[in-house]
């Protein structure tokens, strides 16, 4: 009766956690086939992030991007086609912001020589993913990210616009798209935190910030309308950086931001509308260390979203197209 139990305890566990060992992850998975992957997407993101932190800030909303549609199957790296004109990456959440493609191209091109065939440009996403949070975080946010994924075929701009939160999602429109992901309130809090980096255009945030009556610090709203037009558009839309203190660093200071009423977007602010996620806050503010320890869990828990096994999946000769 007692191992009756404990089975039904794993699977309930499970399915709440979407947890890696319940989805055929594991660490270390590409020892015996491909030994030195993790190494030689390492070096790749290296390279890059060292000339340019934002590019590392891209990789990690990259993976976010990835995982949040279809699961983490690299469906976001796909190119359009006369049969699938409008993938992931040309949806407004995604273009033209999103960054770091040409990262996992390079990852890509190094591992198929090492190893043909054999690495899913999946994993490759998680691994820069880890990696440049290691690199922007000066080498304290280490993250045993495990592998296992297939990359799917299937990739929609409808379903990147459904599933990803917007930049003026309220607090229960945030715990609403993570829960259905099978992340927690606190998981949306830590993983917000990467805000910390990186870079966004005005039109992501002036309208509901700027234009009207709004939480924003009144000094931080002034640097940002110096910075900022008044009407964003395509042709006059410039960035700024999200975190004007450690800009290219990961650290906790995206939530002393918050606390401050300096953050860009609506779903910034919106995680002091309730007490709970208030406090979340000012622990990961004021707490040394904590955000990165919860940042690392929410990573690996984020990676086991939706992973593709079996039929399901392929490992991709090229990652912006499927295999034919």
């Not at 549609?69 to 992931?88: H, I």
């Not at 949806?91 to 912001?97: D, L």
């Not at 004007?244 to 910034?268: G, R």
Request: some cysteine.
């Amino acid at each position: 009766m007692a191992s009756a139990s404990l089975k039904l305890s794993i699977a309930l566990t499970c399915a709440l956690l979407l947890s890696s060992a319940c989805q055929g992850l594991k660490v270390g998975h590409y020892k015996k086939t491909c030994p030195k992957v993790e190494a030689i997407v390492r070096d790749e993101v290296k390279k890059f992030v060292y000339k340019n932190a934002g590019i590392g800030a891209g990789l990690i909303r990259l993976f976010f991007h990835d995982c949040f549609v279809e699961g983490c199957d690299g469906s976001v790296l796909l190119d359009p086609t006369p049969a699938n004109p409008q993938p992931e990456k040309l949806s407004p959440p995604n273009f033209p912001s999103l960054r770091g493609f040409d990262v996992i191209d390079a990852a890509k091109d190094a591992v198929e020589k090492a190893c043909p065939g054999v690495v899913s440009c999946a994993d490759i996403v998680a691994f820069a993913g880890r990696d440049a949070a290691y690199f922007l975080s000066r080498l304290t946010v280490k993250i045993d990210m495990p592998a296992g994924r297939l990359d799917g075929r299937v990739s929609s701009s409808t379903a990147a616009l459904n599933d990803l939160p917007p930049p003026f999602a309220n607090l229960s429109q945030l715990i609403a798209n993570f829960a259905a992901k099978g992340l927690s309130a606190e998981d949306m809090v830590v993983l917000s935190g990467a805000h910390t980096i990186g870079v966004s255009h005005c039109s992501a945030f002036v309208s509901d910030r700027l234009a009207v009556p709004s939480d924003i610090n009144t000094g931080f709203a002034n640097i940002l309308r110096k910075q900022c037009p008044a009407n964003p558009n395509p042709a006059n839309d410039p960035t700024v950086n999200q975190d004007l203190v450690t800009a290219n660093a990961l650290d906790n200071q995206y939530y002393k931001n918050v606390l401050a009423h300096k953050v860009l977007f609506l779903s910034d602010a919106a995680l002091l509308a309730s007490p709970a996620t208030t406090q979340m806050v000012r622990d990961n503010a004021n707490i040394p260390g904590q955000w990165e320890d919860k940042f690392k869990k929410a990573m690996v828990k984020m990676s086991a979203i939706g992973v593709k096994t079996g039929n399901q999946g392929e490992i991709r000769k090229s990652c912006r197209v499927v295999n034919h």
